[in-house]
């Protein structure tokens, strides 16, 4: 089994920071890569960013420039740095890990529970 958490959301005033953590663990053998998805009050969910195995990144457009996404291989955790954030930033966190897990040669789609940003004065 594994198990993907989420963490580090809360109420910050625009223009703020925040850093969120995804940490995996459990049954991995590899995570090939781990994104980040959003989903704001009425809306859909919508992608964010990327980071994969080897420390590539992309990101929305909305966010880039503002946002960092890292890893630390090691801990098989992964983090979401958000700078000069927006109201409209405020939205459901959610990362995603697509591992590998030990004795298969399949990749699995592991989501984190979510966790809650509001920008706000």
């Known amino acids: 089994q594994v198990q993907v958490v989420a963490s580090g959301g809360g109420l910050v005033q625009p223009g703020g920071s925040l850093l969120l953590s995804c940490a995996a663990s459990?049954?991995?053998?590899?995570?090939?890569?781990t994104s980040w998805y959003r989903q704001p009050p009425g809306k859909e969910r919508e992608w964010v960013a990327i980071?994969?195995?080897?420390?590539?990144?992309d990101y929305a457009d909305s966010v880039r420039g503002r946002f960092t996404v890292s890893r630390d291989n090691g801990k098989n955790t992964f983090y979401l740095q958000m700078n000069s954030l927006k109201p409209e930033d405020t939205a459901v966190y959610y990362c995603?890990?697509?591992?590998?897990?030990?004795?298969?040669?399949?990749?699995?789609?592991?989501w984190g529970q979510g966790t809650q940003v509001t920008v706000s004065l």
């Open positions: 995603n890990s697509h591992v590998q897990v030990m004795g298969s040669t399949i990749y699995y789609d592991y």
């Open positions: 980071i994969s195995n080897g420390g590539n990144t």
């Open positions: 459990g049954n991995i053998f590899r995570i090939d890569s």
